[in-house]
């Protein structure tokens, strides 16, 4: 162990699924680069497991709510790491100006996040934000190609951009193609909230939830298939951030296996992924009264009958297949969910065939289309990167998160990194040594030059 006194401290708040590579890779690091990393979460058991019993990590148990307790572990860190829920990052961020830290966190820029940016920049503090996969890796992989773009002195016209959290080839085994890799709360509700907004060949388009997932894109990535996307919320808030302002076509969205958003829209339809309301005695109700909940009354007709009359299938649809296999008519498995929203109790459901097993692995898979003017010629650059998981703990989930967190961390703290103020890893002095390092660990980008074709009416449902 080294000389506590000439050892820089690093503080991580939060020590759940998404910093296991963020916490090895420091630890791996810290006695080169003279680092002390004290991990702090409610659960100390679960920080002190994460420090692998490392000389040079400790483990710490802290409520984020005790503000004396959390203000002294900030005054004695260097820099910290928030790992916490998004909306719990602002009081950490305001200790870290107060006490004259930088502090990075994986989680999107929230208004009052940004508004700490005069203060930062006065201090010279970096508050580095959106520093993960996805925001994080999809701004670098992007503004790295951008960026070379424009340097030839290239136009963009267009940009399509995709991610997704799904399972291994190897660990493919349902009719969904998918396995909750990640928060299993975030995909029943994905989309909800606010109505997608892309711009397509210089039109606004909009996209309202109950028509979210009929509106999908379809591309091949090479080894891995087909898959298809359907778009985020906003996909125009990064259009100047990207300096993409003069673009025709602005796309961002979420990457599915062909045939799961078709499916799920059944759900979207019957109203099962509301969260806005309680289901009276939903604790004792089976998935097969759950279903009936969204079905008209018939004196003598099945509830797999009324089922689909009311969505349209036949017997002999995949999706009915789909359906089956979520064991959505069983009488004899129990809901459980005290004073549970449709939403939830939807999840209580599919967490029964989605949840990895031990040995299962996850896959992230990125997509970026970049379509520029170039003397005169339109061209098309099309950047894949798919990331395999090593296990249960060091999924490729965790991998993609939390080894940029921690490469940003480094690279502040070296003073590599010296932009101040509120930030995302846009600028060259961020993305360029991350995405470099990044590759070492298998996080790629394949880069292949394409005919421009522009907007391809068979590919975009508009």
Known sequence: MLDNLTMRKILIIGAGRSASSLIRYLLNKSEVEQLNITIADLSVELAQKKTQNHPNATALALDIFNTEQRQTEIQKADIVI???????????????????????????????????????VAKGLVLMNE??????????????????????????ILFESFCGGLVAPESDNNLWNYKFTWAPRNVVLAGQGGTAKFIQEG???????????????????????KFEGYANRDSLKYKSVYGLDDALTLYRGTIRRVGFS???????????????????????????????????????DSVESKFRMSTGIEQDDIIWDKLLELDLFSSKKIVGVKNGTPAQILERILNDSWTLA????????????????????????????VCLGEDQTYTAMAKTVGLPVAMATLQI???NIKTPGVQLPILKEVY?????????FGVVFHEKEMPYFGYNPDKLVL
């Open 203 to 225: 039109k606004y388009k909009y996209i309202p939830y109950q028509k979210l997932f009929r509106r999908t894109e379809y591309f091949h990535v090479e080894g891995y298939g």
């Open 131 to 156: 520093v993960g996969l996805d925001p994080g890796i999809d701004h670098m992989s992007a503004m790295k190609v951008i960026d070379e773009i424009k340097d030839q002195g290239g136009k963009i």
């Open 262 to 300: 078709k499916a799920w829209n059944v759900f979207v339809q019957l109203g099962m992924t509301d969260d806005t309301y309680v289901i009276d005695n939903s604790e004792t109700i089976s998935f097969r009264d759950f279903t009936n909940l969204f079905l008209p009354y018939h004196p003598s």
């Open 82 to 120: 928030s790992m916490l829920p998004a909306h719990l990052h602002i009081e950490v961020a305001k200790d870290c100006i107060a006490f004259n830290k930088n502090m990075v966190t994986a989680s999107y820029i929230s208004p009052e996040m940004q508004a700490l940016n005069d203060e930062a």
């Open 358 to 385: 031990p040995e299962d692995k996850d896959m992230i898979v990125m997509y970026h289309k970049f379509g520029y003017e170039l003397n005169g010629v339109q061209k098309q650059i099309d950047a894949t990167m």
């Open 413 to 415: 703290l070296n003073g």
């Open 432 to 440: 360029l040594p991350i995405l470099k390092e990044l590759e070492e």
